[in-house]
Nanobody
């Protein structure tokens, strides 16, 4: 499984960015896919996931209401629409995937996702 993330960049606070993750080796319907992020000097943080088993969406508390995860089966792409960006959203964003069923209690753990993309930098200036 390969994950290719794109769409990062620099934006002012209050602005928007859209990240995309194209997958090969695992279709959107066969993999649970989502996003984590890691800010400088901090651990990785759960952002959002769309689970394959029930298509439920899960969001980290810090992004709920501002970020939206969606998928396009035709292009095998998962996108993360980020609105009302804040300086604390500055991080490297990683696309993640798992072929296995991810139970709800583990949905926010990075260890549940064997496949990680290369990361894309998002910088929000205040």
């Amino acid at each position: 499984v390969q994950l290719q993330a794109s769409g990062g960049g620099m934006v002012q606070a209050g602005g928007s960015l859209r990240l995309a993750c194209q997958t090969s080796g695992c279709s959107i319907s066969d993999c649970t896919m989502g996003w984590f992020r890691q800010a400088p000097g901090k651990g990785r943080e759960f952002v959002a996931v769309k689970r394959k088993s029930d298509s439920n969406l899960y969001y980290g508390d810090s992004v709920k209401g501002r970020f939206t995860i969606s998928r396009d089966s035709a292009t095998n792409t998962v996108t993360l629409q980020m609105n009302s960006l804040k300086s604390e959203d500055t991080a490297v964003y990683y696309c993640v995937a798992s072929r296995l069923r991810v139970i709800t209690s583990q949905i926010r753990s990075g260890d549940s996702y064997p496949y990680w993309g290369q990361g894309t930098q998002v910088t929000v200036s205040s």
